[in-house]
């Protein structure tokens, strides 16, 4: 396609190429920083989940004994059916403000503990299931309005149709959650449920066919196809499984090395960055443990984790899994898209054990970012470590700011913060990749319109959004010189439900771009994308979206599709 210069600055007819011209080009290999946000919340951070109000709803379990974060106004829970502490005056959940830094405790009844969760269209969080008094429970928290430091949980008992401990939801094209697995459950169910006739459960055989002796491979990896169908993984294997007619659809090759990925031999795994009008879609998986690794922990043998990822275009008519090798060995990391839409970061965990009580011992410090759209051996790069282990029930989640909030780690049966290796962590950090680095001011956009602190904008499938940004860089310019290039596009992510190595509903999707311009005032331009056309591409709900120079996004700012 035909480029036009304006000024010194380069423009493309259909996105936006920006010139710096005053010598200033992307920092490259600087490995991200780490901030201490909050030494302790009071609870460990096992499930994760941002909200569009800029508040990270956390939770763990109540079972791990007292927590370190006192319920207010002398409110307890008394629970008969409560295992530990049926007198618990306690917080087990907190609402994490992002931009105060600040954090308050929340109400659970019921047990959480190693449970799951999407969001609703009307971005209520939903969670379900947990242990004990809470298996079949779900548990909703809205995104509470400013100043309301008031709202807290609702719990609604027993309106799940089977236990679910270990499950994995994910959100439909209807807004529905379909929730598959859990320990000794081999079955799916949606909720809420689509009729009055209450909740039901549903056979799958394919749990079945993937049980493992250790294990029945918990948390399976469930991604929503392009064409409405789900991607399930399981131990080594996948289907793309019609939900609608209950009917398998396609069985894919197993993952070379027959090695389990899920629960306890916890590897992560990504829906890829979906192209503008996607006719594509891959998969990606990451680490593991060998086979009997779990086992072994038991006996004091802790077994180095699984190095390698399998790659798999899930659309293919033959589809067959790539297989590609970290720089070092990784259990239980969380696999985090980033908002430039070329990279993703696989973060926390071990190199060695498995997931599981005292079950690990060689802390994965270091992140590594993956650059799926590099050539083979180009892909990987480890970045900056932190001086935090994050094992066994840690998690992490994207902010709207473009940096990663990391939290948790809890490898005890309890809360244990004395003579042990690694005591329960309650601390959060802030992960900030490479793109946030002062180098890189100049030419990091910014939104301008829609202001990026206002209201959620309404949005429609297939509909234009128009944005207005602007880029430091572009002024200078204007003075002449020369510098590198970048390519603005924009992105549109889905906030994920984290927890045990597994990022729920996660997304991202390029948009397409229509028509990009200058404006009059320095340093400024518009650009119109179109928004996906199907709730198959983006189910409804609340997205953040961001605008990327290069390989440097904005701030983003929320947008709610329906």
């Not at 002398?74 to 005056?89: A, F, H, L, Q, S």
């Not at 086979?291 to 067959?320: E, N």
């Not at 890189?440 to 956009?445: E, Q, S």
């Not at 983003?556 to 329906?562: A, C, K, L, S």
């Amino acid at each position: 396609m035909k480029l036009t210069l304006l000024g010194n600055c380069i423009h493309h007819p259909v996105l936006l190429v920006i010139l710096a011209c005053a010598g200033i080009a992307p920092a490259s290999g600087a490995g991200g920083r780490w901030d201490v946000l909050q030494r302790s919340i009071g609870v460990s951070a096992m499930h994760m989940q941002l909200l569009h109000n800029d508040r990270v709803i956390i939770f763990d379990r109540t079972d791990f004994g007292l927590s370190n974060l006192s319920l207010p106004d002398g409110r307890c829970r008394r629970n008969p059916r409560e295992r530990v502490v049926p007198m618990d005056c306690t917080a087990h959940s907190a609402e994490y403000d992002v931009a105060s830094n600040t954090f308050r405790p929340l109400f659970v009844f019921t047990d959480t503990w190693c449970s799951s969760g999407t969001v609703a269209p009307d971005g209520t969080l939903v969670q379900t299931g947990g242990w004990n008094d809470g298996y079949r429970n779900v548990r909703t928290m809205a995104a509470c309005e400013a100043g309301d430091d008031t709202c807290d949980w609702d719990e609604t008992q027993d309106a799940l149709a089977a236990n679910r401990w270990y499950a994995t939801n994910q959100i439909l094209p209807d807004g529905r959650a379909f929730i598959v697995g859990g320990r000794r459950q081999f079955t799916y169910e949606f909720y809420p449920t689509a009729d009055s006739s209450g909740a039901s459960a549903i056979s799958l055989p394919f749990l079945v066919q993937t049980k493992d002796p250790e294990e029945n491979n918990l948390y399976p990896f469930v991604h929503l196809n392009i064409d409405g169908n789900l991607f399930i993984f399981a131990k080594n294997r996948a289907i793309l499984f019609d939900y609608k007619k209950n009917k398998v659809v396609r069985t894919y090759p197993e993952l070379a090395g027959g090695d389990p990925r899920n629960y306890p031999s916890s590897g992560s795994s990504v829906l890829l960055p979906l192209k503008p009008s996607p006719t594509e879609a891959e998969v990606l998986v990451c680490g593991g443990a060998p086979a009997g690794s779990y086992t072994s922990t038991k006996d004091g043998t802790f077994s180095s984790a699984l190095v390698t990822c399998g790659r798999i275009k899930i659309t293919d008519t033959a589809p067959a899994w790539v297989i590609e090798t970290m720089p070092s060995p990784r259990v239980m990391g969380d696999m985090i898209l980033l908002p430039n839409g070329a990279e993703v970061v696989i973060i926390n965990g071990a190199m060695d054990g498995t997931a599981g009580w005292e079950s690990a011992k060689t802390p994965a410090y270091a992140p590594v970012i993956y650059r799926p759209d590099h050539s083979p051996g180009d892909r990987f790069e480890e970045q900056s470590s932190t001086d935090i282990a994050r094992l066994y029930h840690s998690s992490a989640v994207l902010l709207r700011d473009g940096r990663l909030l990391v939290g948790g780690s809890n490898p005890h049966i309890y809360y244990n913060f004395s003579n042990v290796q690694y005591p329960t962590e309650l601390s959060l950090e802030a992960y900030s990749p490479e793109y946030l680095d002062p180098s890189n001011d100049a030419l990091r956009p910014t939104i301008v319109d829609p202001s990026p602190n206002g209201a959620a904008v309404s949005v429609t499938y297939g509909a234009s959004l128009t944005l207005q940004f602007a880029v430091p860089a572009a002024r200078r310019a204007r003075g002449g010189g020369g510098g590198g290039i970048g390519l603005v596009s924009v992105t549109m992510v889905a906030p994920s439900f984290t927890t045990h190595s597994f990022a729920m509903n996660q997304r991202l999707l390029l948009l397409d771009a229509v028509k990009t311009a200058a404006l009059a005032r320095a340093s400024t331009y518009q650009t119109s994308v179109v928004m996906p056309a199907t709730a198959a591409l983006a189910p409804p709900g609340y997205y953040m979206v961001f605008v990327v120079n290069g390989h440097i996004p904005s701030e983003g700012i929320w947008v709610h599709i329906q």
